[in-house]
Protein backbone atom coordinates (compact mmCIF):
# COMPACT_ATOMS: atom_id res chain seq x y z
CA UNK A 1 0.00 0.00 0.00
CA UNK A 2 1.77 3.35 -0.70
CA UNK A 3 2.86 5.18 2.37
CA UNK A 4 1.56 9.01 2.76
CA UNK A 5 3.71 11.27 4.93
CA UNK A 6 1.28 14.46 5.93
CA UNK A 7 2.17 17.71 7.55
CA UNK A 8 -0.67 18.87 9.94
CA UNK A 9 -1.55 22.19 12.48
CA UNK A 10 -3.62 22.14 15.28
CA UNK A 11 -5.06 24.51 17.81
CA UNK A 12 -4.46 21.86 21.23
CA UNK A 13 -7.20 23.67 23.42
CA UNK A 14 -10.09 21.47 22.48
CA UNK A 15 -8.29 18.11 22.48
CA UNK A 16 -7.07 15.36 25.08
CA UNK A 17 -3.72 15.48 23.60
CA UNK A 18 -2.35 13.76 20.32
CA UNK A 19 -2.43 9.92 21.27
CA UNK A 20 -6.01 7.72 20.91
CA UNK A 21 -7.52 6.69 23.74
CA UNK A 22 -10.44 5.39 24.89
CA UNK A 23 -13.92 7.72 24.59
CA UNK A 24 -12.07 9.62 22.02
CA UNK A 25 -11.25 13.07 21.91
CA UNK A 26 -7.75 13.52 20.69
CA UNK A 27 -6.00 14.57 17.51
CA UNK A 28 -5.62 11.29 16.56
CA UNK A 29 -9.00 10.04 16.73
CA UNK A 30 -10.12 13.00 14.85
CA UNK A 31 -7.83 12.55 12.04
CA UNK A 32 -8.51 8.48 11.97
CA UNK A 33 -12.38 9.68 11.95
CA UNK A 34 -11.63 11.89 9.24
CA UNK A 35 -9.58 8.88 7.22
CA UNK A 36 -12.87 6.65 7.94
CA UNK A 37 -15.50 8.96 6.33
CA UNK A 38 -13.20 9.30 2.80
CA UNK A 39 -12.18 5.72 3.06
CA UNK A 40 -15.36 4.04 4.27
CA UNK A 41 -13.05 1.60 6.31
CA UNK A 42 -10.83 2.39 9.58
CA UNK A 43 -7.16 3.47 8.82
CA UNK A 44 -4.25 4.14 11.51
CA UNK A 45 -2.11 7.00 11.47
CA UNK A 46 1.77 7.38 13.14
CA UNK A 47 2.83 10.61 14.17
CA UNK A 48 6.33 11.69 14.87
CA UNK A 49 5.77 12.35 18.81
CA UNK A 50 2.30 13.06 20.92
CA UNK A 51 1.68 15.80 22.21
CA UNK A 52 -0.12 15.82 25.67
CA UNK A 53 -3.64 17.79 26.32
CA UNK A 54 -4.04 21.82 25.03
CA UNK A 55 -0.39 21.66 23.22
CA UNK A 56 -0.84 22.70 19.99
CA UNK A 57 1.51 22.33 16.75
CA UNK A 58 2.56 24.10 13.89
CA UNK A 59 4.26 21.49 12.15
CA UNK A 60 3.23 17.99 13.07
CA UNK A 61 3.75 15.22 10.93
CA UNK A 62 2.52 11.70 11.01
CA UNK A 63 2.03 8.99 8.07
CA UNK A 64 -0.22 6.02 7.12
CA UNK A 65 -0.67 3.72 4.17
CA UNK A 66 -3.74 4.40 1.99
CA UNK A 67 -5.40 1.33 0.33
CA UNK A 68 -4.35 0.42 -3.52
CA UNK A 69 -7.47 0.98 -4.60
CA UNK A 70 -7.66 4.47 -3.43
CA UNK A 71 -6.17 6.86 -6.55
CA UNK A 72 -6.72 9.99 -4.58
CA UNK A 73 -3.37 12.36 -5.22
CA UNK A 74 -1.19 13.93 -2.36
CA UNK A 75 -3.25 17.59 -3.30
CA UNK A 76 -6.45 15.55 -3.44
CA UNK A 77 -5.59 14.52 0.31
CA UNK A 78 -5.30 17.66 1.70
CA UNK A 79 -8.51 18.61 0.55
CA UNK A 80 -10.79 15.92 1.88
CA UNK A 81 -9.03 15.61 5.15
CA UNK A 82 -9.49 19.60 5.36
CA UNK A 83 -13.08 19.17 4.29
CA UNK A 84 -14.09 16.66 6.71
CA UNK A 85 -11.61 18.06 9.36
CA UNK A 86 -13.02 20.83 12.08
CA UNK A 87 -11.42 24.23 11.44
CA UNK A 88 -8.60 23.35 14.64
CA UNK A 89 -7.24 20.68 12.93
CA UNK A 90 -5.98 21.23 9.15
CA UNK A 91 -3.79 19.24 6.64
CA UNK A 92 -0.93 21.42 5.65
CA UNK A 93 1.06 19.27 2.92
CA UNK A 94 0.84 15.58 1.86
CA UNK A 95 3.80 13.49 0.49
CA UNK A 96 4.79 9.99 -0.85
CA UNK A 97 7.58 8.41 1.09
CA UNK A 98 9.54 5.07 0.72
CA UNK A 99 7.47 2.59 2.12
CA UNK A 100 10.22 1.58 5.29
CA UNK A 101 10.06 5.55 6.20
CA UNK A 102 8.27 6.21 9.37
CA UNK A 103 7.36 9.65 11.11
CA UNK A 104 8.56 8.98 14.56
CA UNK A 105 11.51 6.82 14.37
CA UNK A 106 13.04 8.82 11.20
CA UNK A 107 13.02 11.89 12.88
CA UNK A 108 15.75 13.45 13.56
CA UNK A 109 14.94 16.71 15.48
CA UNK A 110 12.36 18.72 17.01
CA UNK A 111 11.73 22.52 17.30
CA UNK A 112 9.44 23.70 20.39
CA UNK A 113 8.30 27.17 20.63
CA UNK A 114 6.95 28.33 24.06
CA UNK A 115 4.67 31.43 24.21
CA UNK A 116 4.64 33.77 27.17
CA UNK A 117 2.65 37.12 27.44
CA UNK A 118 3.69 39.77 29.83
CA UNK A 119 0.72 42.18 29.56
CA UNK A 120 -1.21 43.33 32.57
CA UNK A 121 -4.08 41.69 31.17
CA UNK A 122 -3.95 38.69 28.89
CA UNK A 123 -6.40 39.51 26.01
CA UNK A 124 -9.35 36.68 25.20
CA UNK A 125 -7.02 35.58 21.84
CA UNK A 126 -4.49 34.22 23.55
CA UNK A 127 -6.37 32.34 26.52
CA UNK A 128 -5.25 28.72 26.20
CA UNK A 129 -2.31 29.85 23.95
CA UNK A 130 0.21 31.67 25.91
CA UNK A 131 1.48 31.37 29.77
CA UNK A 132 0.23 34.71 31.38
CA UNK A 133 3.32 36.13 33.51
CA UNK A 134 2.28 39.84 33.99
CA UNK A 135 4.56 39.70 37.05
CA UNK A 136 8.23 41.34 37.31
CA UNK A 137 10.44 38.63 35.86
CA UNK A 138 13.88 39.11 34.10
CA UNK A 139 14.11 38.37 30.48
CA UNK A 140 17.80 38.33 30.18
CA UNK A 141 18.07 36.13 33.10
CA UNK A 142 15.81 33.95 31.19
CA UNK A 143 17.94 33.74 27.89
CA UNK A 144 21.00 33.08 29.98
CA UNK A 145 18.63 30.23 31.92
CA UNK A 146 17.79 28.78 28.82
CA UNK A 147 21.31 28.71 27.29
CA UNK A 148 22.47 26.43 29.91
CA UNK A 149 19.69 23.48 28.32
CA UNK A 150 22.51 23.91 25.34
CA UNK A 151 24.39 20.36 24.58
CA UNK A 152 24.16 17.19 25.45
CA UNK A 153 23.42 16.60 29.21
CA UNK A 154 20.78 13.88 31.16
CA UNK A 155 17.93 15.44 31.31
CA UNK A 156 15.97 12.83 33.45
CA UNK A 157 15.58 15.58 35.77
CA UNK A 158 13.98 18.22 33.48
CA UNK A 159 11.22 15.41 32.45
CA UNK A 160 7.83 13.93 33.88
CA UNK A 161 7.57 10.22 33.93
CA UNK A 162 4.87 8.27 31.46
CA UNK A 163 5.58 5.19 33.56
CA UNK A 164 6.61 3.16 30.99
CA UNK A 165 10.38 3.68 31.46
CA UNK A 166 12.49 0.28 31.69
CA UNK A 167 13.14 -0.37 35.25
CA UNK A 168 16.88 -0.80 34.11
CA UNK A 169 17.56 2.03 31.46
CA UNK A 170 21.00 1.78 29.51
CA UNK A 171 23.05 4.92 30.97
CA UNK A 172 21.99 7.17 27.65
CA UNK A 173 18.33 6.57 27.98
CA UNK A 174 17.81 9.95 29.44
CA UNK A 175 20.65 11.88 27.10
CA UNK A 176 19.19 14.30 24.84
CA UNK A 177 21.05 17.04 23.28
CA UNK A 178 19.43 20.68 22.89
CA UNK A 179 21.27 21.97 19.92
CA UNK A 180 19.98 26.03 20.10
CA UNK A 181 17.50 27.83 22.46
CA UNK A 182 16.68 31.54 21.53
CA UNK A 183 14.57 34.37 23.27
CA UNK A 184 12.42 36.08 20.94
CA UNK A 185 11.04 39.28 22.26
CA UNK A 186 8.17 40.72 20.55
CA UNK A 187 6.41 43.83 22.14
CA UNK A 188 4.35 41.69 25.30
CA UNK A 189 4.87 38.63 23.85
CA UNK A 190 8.18 36.37 24.71
CA UNK A 191 8.71 33.47 22.44
CA UNK A 192 11.28 30.85 23.91
CA UNK A 193 12.40 28.53 21.13
CA UNK A 194 14.03 24.90 21.68
CA UNK A 195 15.69 22.68 18.58
CA UNK A 196 17.11 19.98 20.05
CA UNK A 197 17.53 15.79 18.39
CA UNK A 198 14.47 14.97 20.41
CA UNK A 199 12.06 15.68 23.19
CA UNK A 200 10.95 13.64 26.58
CA UNK A 201 7.75 13.39 28.47
CA UNK A 202 6.99 17.17 29.93
CA UNK A 203 10.28 18.10 29.42
CA UNK A 204 10.20 21.56 27.04
CA UNK A 205 7.46 22.69 30.12
CA UNK A 206 10.06 21.74 32.65
CA UNK A 207 12.49 23.54 31.16
CA UNK A 208 10.52 26.25 30.57
CA UNK A 209 8.97 26.34 34.43
CA UNK A 210 12.12 26.06 35.76
CA UNK A 211 13.83 28.79 33.43
CA UNK A 212 11.16 30.97 35.13
CA UNK A 213 12.69 30.40 38.50
CA UNK A 214 15.51 31.34 37.77
CA UNK A 215 13.92 34.79 35.71
CA UNK A 216 12.23 35.76 39.04
CA UNK A 217 15.41 35.37 41.22
CA UNK A 218 14.17 32.11 43.28
CA UNK A 219 16.68 29.77 41.51
CA UNK A 220 20.24 29.88 41.01
CA UNK A 221 22.15 29.10 37.42
CA UNK A 222 23.93 26.78 39.02
CA UNK A 223 20.85 24.98 41.00
CA UNK A 224 19.74 24.70 37.56
CA UNK A 225 22.42 23.33 36.13
CA UNK A 226 22.78 21.28 38.92
CA UNK A 227 19.75 19.26 37.30
CA UNK A 228 21.63 18.25 34.18
CA UNK A 229 24.85 17.29 36.16
CA UNK A 230 23.29 15.76 39.14
CA UNK A 231 21.10 13.12 37.08
CA UNK A 232 19.98 11.40 40.31
CA UNK A 233 18.53 14.24 42.51
CA UNK A 234 14.69 14.87 42.71
CA UNK A 235 12.96 15.90 39.69
CA UNK A 236 12.30 20.16 38.74
CA UNK A 237 8.66 20.66 40.39
CA UNK A 238 8.90 24.06 37.93
CA UNK A 239 6.53 22.67 34.73
CA UNK A 240 4.95 25.28 32.82
CA UNK A 241 1.45 24.83 31.55
CA UNK A 242 0.15 23.49 28.11
CA UNK A 243 -1.27 26.65 26.97
CA UNK A 244 1.47 27.84 25.54
CA UNK A 245 3.57 24.94 24.07
CA UNK A 246 4.01 24.47 20.47
CA UNK A 247 5.42 21.36 18.63
CA UNK A 248 6.91 23.93 15.47
CA UNK A 249 8.82 21.40 13.34
CA UNK A 250 9.98 18.05 12.81
CA UNK A 251 13.01 17.14 11.04
CA UNK A 252 14.17 14.65 9.08
CA UNK A 253 17.76 13.65 6.97
CA UNK A 254 15.97 12.21 4.23
CA UNK A 255 16.42 14.17 1.09
CA UNK A 256 13.39 12.33 -0.20
CA UNK A 257 11.10 13.99 2.68
CA UNK A 258 9.90 17.64 1.82
CA UNK A 259 11.00 20.43 4.20
CA UNK A 260 8.07 21.88 4.66
CA UNK A 261 7.73 25.45 6.73
CA UNK A 262 5.23 25.60 9.55
CA UNK A 263 2.12 26.94 9.87
CA UNK A 264 1.99 30.58 10.41
CA UNK A 265 1.00 31.24 14.03
CA UNK A 266 -2.14 33.60 13.94
CA UNK A 267 -0.06 35.06 17.06
CA UNK A 268 2.62 37.34 16.94
CA UNK A 269 5.46 35.36 15.18
CA UNK A 270 9.43 36.02 14.69
CA UNK A 271 10.89 33.81 12.89
Not at 50 to 58: E, Q, S
Not at 211 to 238: C, I, K, N
Request: charged share 25%.
Amino acid sequence: MPRLLFTCAYDGSPYLGWQSQRGGGTIQDTLESAFAAILKRPLRIAAAGRTDAGVHALGQRFHTDVPEDCRMSPDNWQAALNAHLPASIRILHVQGVAQDFHARFDATGKTYDYLICRAPVLIPFLARRAWHLPRDWDADLMAEAISCYRGEHDFRRLAARRGNEPANPPPDFYRRTIHSTELLAEGDLVRLRFRGDGFMYRMVRLLVGSAHQVARGRLSLDALRAYMDEPMGPTSRFCAPADGLYLHRVEYAHSAVDDVPPAPSTLPHTS
